[in-house]
Each structure stands twice: as C-alpha cells, then as structure tokens.
C-alpha cells in the first residue's frame, strides 16, 4: 500500500520532534484568504486562524507587502538602537487603545511577564512586600514561569512547582472575593484578568464585576492588567475587549492577531506605570525587530481603517446568530457565548471527536476546555467562506445527535 503523505510527515514529527503537541492529521502547506490547503492540496474552511492569529487571514497583500519589504531592508539591529517600525506600531496602539507607551515581546506569554514585573517594580516602589498579584480561577496567562504562575488552570500549572510566589487567585466574575482581598491584604500591586478567559472556555466577565473592580482598584491604588492577547487587536467587534465594558485598564498585554502570524506581543501601559522600567530593568533581543514590527504596522492599519471592526462585529452576530437558532436541531449544543469573531460553543460532550470530524470535512475547528468548540476565524473572512463553514459545522452538529 502507498504511504500517504501525512503518515511519512507524522512520522518525522514522532522522530525528530518533541511530543508536547497533540496534533492533528493535516500538514498546512499554503493558505489563501480564509482558506488553508494541506500536504495533498485540499483545501479547508479556516475557523481557527492559528489560535486567532491569522488576524487578516492568509496572503493578505497589505500584510506580505511589509513583510517583503521590510527583509529586503533590514530584518533586526536589536533594541541597542532606535526604531521606525517600533514608533509607528506603538502609535497606533495609543490611538487605539489609550494613550500610553508600548514595550514589544515576541509572543504572549512574555508580554505577560514584562506586565508582571512592571507591577512589581510598582507596587515595591511603595513597600518591599506589595508585590502580591491578584488573578483568576480559569484564566491562562502563558506558560513561563511568571505568566503561568498567574494562570488560574491547574493543569497549566501541574508538575513544576515550585510556582513564583505572590500570585492569589480568586473565584472569576466574584465581586466580594476581590473586596474582600483587597481590604484585608495591603501588598497587592495588581489584578491581571481576561474578559473572555479563551482558553477557559470562552468566559465572559460580568459587567458589573469588572466595572466594580476597576473602581477597586482606584481606591487600593492597584494596577488593572487586562490580558488582551486573544481578545485584543479587533478580535471582539473592537480594539480591546475592555472598550466594550466602559473600563480604564493601567496595562495590556497582546500578541497573537498583532503581527497577523509574525510573532511580535506588545506590553503596552499608562506613561505614569511604564516609567518604572527604567533604563536596564527590563528587555528582550528580538522583542519588536524591524520585521515584527513592520508587520504589526500593517496588521493594525488594517484594523484601524473606518468600518474594519464594525465588520467584525457584525460577522461575529451573524455566525452567533446561525449557532442560537441550530441549537433547536442540535442538542449537542448547550450554550453559545463570545463577541465578535470570539465565539465558543459549549457541548454536551468532549469535543476532540467532532473537532477530527470536522477538519474531515474540510473545516478547521479547535475545542477548548474540553467541551468548548471554537469559532475564531481570521477578521477578513467574507460571507461566503462563513457560509461554507457553518454549512460544514451545522451538519456535524446535527449528526451528533445528543442531548436530553
Ligand atoms: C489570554 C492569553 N494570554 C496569554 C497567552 C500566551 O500567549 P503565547 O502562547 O503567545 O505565549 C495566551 C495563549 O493562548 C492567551 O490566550
């Protein structure tokens, strides 16, 4: 019998590769639009975009334009000296987001750390002791030993305590637990949060939970982390997550969709918090290169044109939309939740079977917290590709019958 393509591919991961991945069988060899094509050619719906990176989809012009151009320029010359790039991908951010000076990393785990230790140097600015960060049951920061010592999912953390001491977590969405923390322990510096815990189970906070713990935060003199890097870069309808929640964050952090599948992450921070990495404290060889960043410039003057994330928006409601009402055919689905083209589906079941069926089918799914299916397409998707992935989805939905 012939050896297929993938097996000989699968075989060479099994060789050379750590095994930390669990991963499915397709090779991505070429991607168009919201279109991938595997080892053998065949195409696939993308309703993944790489754990929401692909921000404007695949062989976007705009985005391989600055790329092109700026390797035949220059690709890297390190922090050591000043850089264009950097400048225009952090004014865009401020324009954006809020005003505020950015910090680049190469991923989101370390835009996490940087975010850490900015709340650190603050809150020791005050007293030696007030270095305690407050985060949440649920949440996933990243899988360093700052970020995920600030993850609230134990099996993030299992197997390598000792864990960086410092970290609470508190129960998600809980008002009184927060009051309650920060009234009796005066060695917070700051609360880190999701407002859509991704990896949770796309979660959504309470409004009323995070517009009072912002005002918390104000009368403890406590730094807000928003943790944006699944939520931010117009992923939600918006910019941030948080503008949807009328709440005035002191930093952020982001990644993924910012470079639209160059790795770059960004910390970015009220001029009046970011002054506390002072010159040496803190940095990175590769954080923000000319390369990462000239992506980031390209990815967010896409998003920042007029109309971009009303799009979004408007996308995400039609496909939250279609899930509600396939609801009444498929009782597998017990619940449809997110913002934007932020969209989770909880199931009645584990949902890694459905996910294999699906990428059969000619459709890239991804399921989180076990039984969380994942609809996070790249922002440029156009009608007709969502349509054809929802026709795809709803049939398997459908054929799985379920329920009670
Ligand atoms: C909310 C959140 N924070 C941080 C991270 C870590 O980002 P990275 O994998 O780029 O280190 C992730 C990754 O999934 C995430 O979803």
Redesign the pocket.
């Known amino acids: 019998m012939k050896t297929r393509k993938i097996d000989t591919i699968a075989a060479d991961d099994g060789k050379y590769l750590f095994q930390n991945y669990g991963r499915l069988p397709a090779c991505f060899i070429r991607g168009e639009g919201s279109y991938l094509f595997d080892q053998d050619n065949r195409r696939y719906v993308d309703f993944f975009a790489g ?2 990176v692909s921000s404007l989809g695949h062989g976007n012009s705009a985005l391989t334009r600055a790329i092109h151009a700026q390797a035949d320029r220059l690709l890297h010359s390190s922090n050591w000296f000043f850089s264009r790039e950097q400048n225009e991908a952090a004014r865009h951010i401020s324009e954006l987001a809020f005003p505020g000076k950015t910090l680049f990393t ?7 750390e940087g975010a850490i230790k900015l709340a650190r140097l603050f809150g020791k600015a005050t007293s030696p002791e007030r270095y305690h960060i407050i985060a949440f049951t649920g ?6 030993f700052g ?1 995920m010592s600030a993850t609230g999912q134990e099996k993030t953390r299992k197997g390598f305590d000792p864990l960086l001491p410092g970290f609470i977590h508190l129960p998600y969405n809980d008002i009184d637990s927060l009051r309650k923390e920060l009234e009796g322990n005066g060695n917070v510096c700051a609360v880190m949060t ?1 407002l859509i ?3 949770g189970g796309i979660k959504l906070a309470d409004k009323e939970f995070i517009v009072r713990a912002e005002k918390l935060c104000r009368e403890h003199g406590v730094l807000l982390i928003i ?5 931010g870069i117009g992923r939600t309808g918006k910019f941030c997550v948080y503008q949807h929640f009328g709440i005035k964050p002191d930093i952020l ?1 982001f ?2 969709g910012l470079g639209g599948g160059v ?1 770059v ?1 960004a910390l970015h921070a009220r001029a009046e918090v970011a002054k506390y990495f002072e010159k040496g404290t803190h940095g990175t060889t590769f954080g923000g290169n000319h390369l990462a960043c000239a992506a980031a410039v390209a990815v967010l003057k896409t998003i920042g044109k007029k109309g971009f994330m009303d799009q979004v928006a408007r996308k995400g409601e039609y496909i939250r939309s279609q899930l509600v009402a396939l609801k009444e055919k498929a009782p597998i689905i017990r619940e449809v939740r997110g913002m934007g083209l932020h969209i989770g589906v909880e199931i009645d079941r584990p949902g890694a079977e459905l996910v294999k069926k699906a990428l059969d089918a000619g459709l890239v799914i991804n399921c989180t917290a076990e039984k969380v299916i994942r609809v996070m397409p790249p922002l440029t998707i156009d009608m007709k590709t969502i349509r054809e992935g929802m026709a795809i989805l709803s049939k398997i939905f459908i054929g799985e019958g379920g329920g009670i």
């Open positions: 754990i929401a190469n991923s989101g785990t370390e835009a996490n949440s996933f920061h990243g899988r360093t970020a999701e815990q991704g990896e943790d944006e890097v699944q939520t952090t990644a993924k790795p992450g």
